[in-house]
Nanobody, 119 residues
């Protein structure tokens, strides 16, 4: 089993930055893929970016390129999402999830952390 726990959400002003953290524990390996998703009100859940716990295989959604950066501290098994120049439309519940490198399905999800961007 794998456990995933997000933290770092909150209320920020438009234009500010925020860094989310995702602690991944349990039966993981350096090839375990961890992804960030968001679910905004009235919209479908959206994949933002993903990375392996070993730091490779970094990928971004087109909508995330330029303002969002995913990274990992492999010593802590913690994945970060740095979000810059936040906009009101970034308001959402952000989720972290993990999957095996051999699977396309994210099997392990956190509870989510709310990010509210005030304009």
């Amino acid at each position: 089993q794998v456990q995933v726990a997000e933290s770092g959400g909150g209320l920020v002003q438009a234009g500010e930055s925020l860094r989310l953290s995702c602690a991944v524990s349990g039966q993981t390996s350096r090839s375990t893929i961890t992804g960030w998703f968001r679910h905004a009100p009235g919209k479908s859940r959206e994949w933002i970016a993903s990375i392996s716990l070993g730091g490779g295989d970094t990928r971004y959604a087109d909508s995330a390129k330029g303002r969002f950066t995913i990274s990992v501290d492999d010593a802590k098994n913690t994945v970060y999402l740095q979000m810059n120049n936040l906009k009101a439309e970034d308001t959402a519940v952000f989720y972290c999830a993990a999957r095996s490198v051999y699977s396309r399905v994210y099997d392990y999800w956190g509870q989510g952390t709310l990010v509210t961007v005030s304009s």
